[in-house]
């Protein structure tokens, strides 16, 4: 018999079958996610979307941290994760993004969908262990198209 955790993550998984991820951290946030919740929508699949999580919510060795946590809760069981790496926002850099530490540890059954702006420095990326290739948008408009192509419901 399992514990009310067991049960928990169990039902967040089966409802991640549903659930498209998308995280940005980009000054110019709102027109990406409205092309991406437009798309996932209209495909009857759940847009769940995170804008300016940055590093700084990565808690300490020994500590927790509830934004983290949240993010994790609804990055991890989502079969279709897009991510979105652009130019940083002032005063940051290309690595102060949440998701970065994470993208080694996506499931190898899950569809990861890594966009990035003409300029970003892919070698970022590979220093966080992504070994795939990203899709280069230089616009939402352009990111919407993709998106049409490359999430199947």
């Known amino acids: 018999m399992g514990s009310k955790d067991d049960e928990y993550f169990l039902k967040r998984y089966e409802e991640g079958k549903n659930d ?3 995280g940005i951290n980009s000054p110019t946030d709102a027109p990406w996610i409205e092309s991406f919740v437009r798309v996932v929508r209209e495909l009857g699949l759940r847009p769940v979307f995170y ?5 700084s919510v990565l808690p300490e060795a020994g500590n927790s941290n509830t934004m983290n946590d949240e993010l994790c809760d609804d990055f991890y069981p989502a079969k279709t994760k897009v991510l979105y790496f652009g ?5 940051t850099g290309y690595e102060d993004h949440w998701v970065l530490g994470n993208l080694k540890k996506v499931n190898s059954e899950h569809k990861l969908l890594v966009y990035v702006s003409p ?6 990326l590979r ?9 280069a948008v230089t ?3 352009q990111f919407e198209q993709s998106l049409r192509q490359e999430i199947k419901p």
């Open 119 to 124: 300029d970003y420095p892919v070698e970022v």
């Open 87 to 91: 130019k940083p926002k002032d005063g």
């Open 51 to 55: 804008s300016g999580a940055s590093r």
């Open 139 to 141: 616009s939402p408009a």
């Open 127 to 135: 220093r966080y262990g992504f070994e795939g290739d990203p899709i």
């Open 20 to 22: 498209v991820f998308f």
